[in-house]
């Protein structure tokens, strides 16, 4: 059975980071592209950021310069580091990744960004 599992969320003050993590189980890691994706109250899901199975990394714009993404594939986790957060980065990011037609999400974790 797939588990994605979201921690690291919590309230941060604006300007500050924040790393999240995503603990994956019941699947081969090494060779899943993962990806986070945010959802902001009111407005639909929307992709942040995505790495492949190689490394390779891809961003949402809004993301570029201010987040990285990253995996260990010692530990089947990936990370999405965020840095200079604002108010409108308050959302609940979600891990995702899709096995071969099959998409599996997290349950998500809440970034508050106070102001």
């Known amino acids: 059975q797939v588990h994605l599992v979201e921690s690291g969320g919590g309230l941060v003050q604006s300007g500050g980071a924040l790393r999240l993590s995503c603990a994956t189980s019941?699947?081969?890691?090494?060779?899943?592209?993962m990806n986070w994706y945010r959802q902001v109250p009111g407005k639909q899901r929307e992709f942040v950021a995505r790495i492949t199975s190689n490394g390779t990394t891809s961003y949402a714009g809004f993301a570029k310069g201010r987040s990285t993404i990253s995996r260990d594939n010692t530990r089947n986790t990936a990370q999405l580091q965020m840095n200079l957060l604002e108010t409108e980065h308050k959302a609940v990011y979600y891990c995702n990744t899709n096995l071969k037609g099959r998409v599996f999400w997290g349950r998500g974790t809440l970034v508050p960004v106070s102001s």
């Open positions: 019941g699947i081969r890691f090494s060779l899943a592209h």
